[in-house]
């Protein structure tokens, strides 16, 4: 019932910037937690920021001070504003959200960051 959205993922220099929308839609419940996760060839995923239904953020180490997470409640819609992008920063990005103990995910979009 519930479908995730992702947009906004592409290629881009490094130093540049691109920002990340996940539109939640079939849901009659309040969100918990909306989150990005990554995957790198050949490494696992990983948690890159999440934020409550408070707007309480947390983020990974290799992200705090460039990239921000934000959410619209009335839009049902988590962002992730990338800045100062490295090499490093290079996966699939994969949006996630908890809705009263249940977990969805969503396609997963490309960003690649080139020098």
């Known amino acids: 019932q519930v479908q995730l959205v992702e947009s906004g993922g592409g290629l881009v220099q490094v130093g540049g910037s691109l920002r990340l929308s996940c539109a939640v839609a079939?849901?009659?419940?309040?969100?918990?937690?909306m989150g990005w996760y990554r995957q790198a060839p050949g490494k696992q995923r990983e948690l890159v920021a999440d934020?409550?239904?408070?707007?309480?953020?947390n983020y990974a180490d290799s992200v705090k001070g460039r990239f921000t997470i934000s959410r619209d409640n009335a839009k049902n819609t988590v962002y992730l504003q990338m800045n100062r992008l490295k090499a490093e920063d290079t996966a699939v990005y994969y949006c996630?959200?908890?809705?009263?103990?249940?977990?969805?995910w969503g396609q997963g979009t490309q960003v690649t960051v080139s020098s």
């Open positions: 996630s959200i908890r809705v009263g103990g249940t977990g969805v």
């Open positions: 934020i409550t239904s408070s707007h309480s953020t």
């Open positions: 079939g849901t009659l419940f309040s969100i918990d937690v």
